[in-house]
């Protein structure tokens, strides 16, 4: 079980108390004179947020209390792990089974710390859990979560292709999934052209990973996730600040090996496949170049004016692949474009779909589990901005315009028009700390696409 949670209930677990910021004047009313004067004596503000350590008659510490904005928004507990006093709580706010859930997640996501080179800062202290919540599945959630979160914490030297295809296979055992790799030469001898040119001037040889897993007599779920373990531009260099943080380039495949793990471990009766072009954009005299052209997977070929624009060369070969089979249900993630983050800031995952029935059964989920997502347009017109005069298109538009549409059209021109497709442009990453949310790596739109992926596929048991 997770360190961050007590499975028993004892007497010595202290309450936290939720007030809403509307109620505040009335619990306030009801608390003994000596929670009042405390409250008076210390300034609290009653403000969605902030918490105060409460005492008994003694002075000894008695528990937490913790305002809710109006909305009754349990993922302010989540800020609570790591700062209330170690121990053991248990919540004493009665919640609807929704809420509940939410708290418990949200608790057990702030938590997290990310300790494979440096010892926690602290013991996180540890909520009850309590008997009318179905922890399996939070605890599953939790655990995804944290998956994608160490991944792409951990700097490309010890996260580099090689080590990404090692969780997929350690994730095969665990859950009885066949794993395959195309490795290096083997790629353009199975023609996976793109995959192969992108990775080909690092010494971490680019490998498609390949994982399957279910019934094949099951609906068919195909997951697509963008591993370049380290993006340095390529020939077209990027500048020292924009390079900083491309260890995260591999957000995508973090984001498909931990939803890949919430359903596995959900054994949710679908016919699973998992793709992953796993290579480091790197530079040497062997790197690919602006003006090159490539024959892609389908035959068509593209036109590199950008070497910067490698991520949705390595997802094109994929998706191929993973129209080959005419899936159920497509879902693709990546660390894409810097343009989507200038349309929907970091803590949105911008998505793409050509399916308006999916936008909207996604839409509600993600509100749902305050796991915010935002549809983009699949604009047709701007097709014209990667026009090339020398290949059926280019790999990247010319100026700043629309860049997240433009790369999501792309990527449009590698699926077969009827599989139902969902494209994530996700940061992967918290520029800085929030409630559940600590800084570093991140999952994104993943819990709002597990409950879709459950209410759409648990149904056919």
């Not at 300034?43 to 528990?63: I, P």
């Not at 209390?65 to 919540?91: A, F, T």
């Not at 549409?405 to 139902?420: G, M, N, S, V, Y």
Request: hydrophobic share 45%; net charge negative; proline share 5%.
């Amino acid at each position: 079980m997770l360190i961050c949670f007590q499975s028993k209930a004892t007497d010595k677990a202290l309450p936290i108390i939720l007030v809403e910021e509307k109620n505040y004047s009335e619990w306030l009313a009801d608390q003994p004179l000596q929670v009042q004067a405390w409250l008076d004596s210390i300034s609290f503000v009653f403000k969605a947020g902030n918490y105060c350590l409460l005492t008994n008659n003694e002075g000894r510490f008695s528990g937490v209390l913790l305002i809710l904005d109006n909305d009754q928004d349990v993922w302010l507990l989540g800020s609570l792990p790591l700062k209330i006093p170690e121990g053991i709580y248990y919540l004493d706010t009665k919640l609807n089974a929704l809420n509940l859930q939410q708290a418990i997640i949200a608790w057990g996501l702030g938590a997290y710390q990310f300790t494979r080179y440096k010892n926690p800062a602290r013991v996180s202290a540890q909520l009850t859990i309590p008997n009318e919540c179905h922890f399996s599945l939070i605890e599953n959630i939790i655990e995804s979560t944290y998956l994608v979160r160490d991944l792409i914490n951990t700097p490309a030297e010890d996260m580099g292709p090689l080590e990404l295809a090692e969780v997929a296979v350690e994730l095969g055992k665990e859950f009885h999934a066949g794993v395959t790799q195309i490795v290096a030469e083997d790629l353009l001898d199975e023609m996976y052209p793109a995959i192969f040119t992108v990775g080909r001037a690092s010494y971490n040889s680019p490998r498609l990973i390949d994982i399957q897993w279910g019934d094949i007599k099951s609906p068919k779920l195909t997951l697509v996730g963008k591993g370049v373990c380290f993006d340095s531009g390529g020939l077209d260099i990027k500048l020292a600040e924009g390079m900083r943080l491309m260890k995260k380039d591999m957000g995508g495949a973090a984001h498909v090996l931990g939803l890949a793990r919430m359903i596995m471990k959900a054994d949710l009766p679908v016919r699973l496949r998992v793709l992953i072009p796993a290579v480091e954009n790197s530079i040497s005299g062997d790197a690919y170049r602006p003006g090159d052209i490539i024959t892609m997977r389908n035959g068509k070929t593209v036109e590199i004016t950008n070497t910067d624009a490698e991520g949705r060369l390595v997802l094109a070969d994929a998706l191929v692949e993973a129209c080959s089979e005419k899936p159920d249900l497509l879902i693709d993630f990546a660390t894409l474009t810097g343009a989507a983050r200038i349309a929907v800031g970091t803590e949105i995952a911008a998505f793409f779909t050509n399916s308006d029935m999916l936008a909207k059964n996604i839409m509600a989920f993600a509100q749902q589990d305050n796991d915010p997502i935002w549809r983009m347009p699949l604009f047709k017109n701007y097709l014209q901005l990667l026009e090339s005069k020398v290949a059926n298109f280019t790999n990247s538009a010319p100026g700043s315009y629309a860049g997240a549409i433009t790369a999501a059209l792309f990527l449009e021109q590698f699926i077969d028009k009827d599989i139902p497709w969902l494209h994530f442009d996700i940061m992967a990453w918290n520029v800085c700390e929030r409630p559940g949310h600590p800084e570093g790596g991140e999952a994104m739109g993943l819990r709002a696409v597990f409950d879709y992926l459950r209410q759409r596929f648990s149904s056919r048991h």
